[in-house]
């Protein structure tokens, strides 16, 4: 037993790697980067302020519910393809530093043009959680 609370309380306040995976379909998109300055990054793109956190080698996990389309965005994903579900649009993406396939969700009031090569967002804090690169514990931030 990793972690016990009920299944939403766990799903949203993951406390290390493996739960943050465990819980949720799909499920979280984790992507290799590290901690500078407070700042993440993944890959070279400086892409959320996380303020506390010490200089250091993490993993962040994003729920797929976690990105909010901007074309001014920090955050570059190689666009795979567009599935529209009616309420929601799935985004199926590629990134150099995530674990496998990448998976976004967001509502279909958002259009994304499939023929793009790329897709930029913002992400939202409360969705994105980073983890030790070692411990893979939570590592929480401001």
Known sequence: ????????????????LFVAKFLGTPEANVFQGHVKDEMLYIGAEPVLKVKGIPDREVYAAI????????ENGPFTLNLSRVEVMGRDTSIVALHPAAEKTVRVIISSENEVDPEKETVK??????????FDKVTEERLRFE
């Open 1 to 16: 037993v990793q972690q016990i609370n009920a299944p939403q309380k766990v799903y949203n306040d993951p406390v290390n």
């Open 63 to 70: 729920r797929p519910e976690g990105f909010i389309l901007d």
């Open 121 to 130: 967002f913002r992400l939202k804090p409360f969705k994105t959680y980073v």
